[in-house]
């Protein structure tokens, strides 16, 4: 398994705005449509929706229609991605760099045996 660094930084650049991750913290409990998230925030409701669109366009929250209405929640398979993702980058293990590099070097890596 390769780390996808593209994919993992494309993720946390959507969540790195503080409205963003606060919107992703309010939806992990359950969906909701943006009328209800207006009331935890102070922000105009094509402010919200632009926000909302970008974490969709990442695939961090996924939207269902329900008449009039989106309803947003959670993306549950990008959460496991990025959580692993996290892992992989700051956790020692068999796909870290420097093994890649130790390979053809005499010395060990200290940082990632």
């Keep these: 398994m390769s780390i996808d660094f593209p994919k993992g930084s494309q993720l946390l650049k959507a969540i790195s705005d503080p409205t963003r991750i606060c919107i992703v913290h309010i939806l992990s409990c359950h ?5 209800d998230l207006q009331d935890y925030f102070k922000l105009a ?13 990442a695939g961090i929250v ?11 929640t959670v993306n549950r ?29 005499t010395n060990e890596c200290s940082t990632c045996s």
């Design 62 to 72: 996924t939207s269902r229609n329900k008449g009039k209405w989106a309803y947003y």
């Design 77 to 105: 398979e990008t959460v496991k991605f990025l959580t692993g993702f996290l892992d992989a980058v700051f956790l020692p293990g068999d796909d870290c760099l420097c093994n890649k590099i130790v390979k053809d070097r």
């Design 45 to 57: 409701q094509p402010t919200l929706s632009h926000h909302l669109g970008l974490l969709k366009s």
């Design 31 to 35: 969906e909701m449509c943006v009328c």
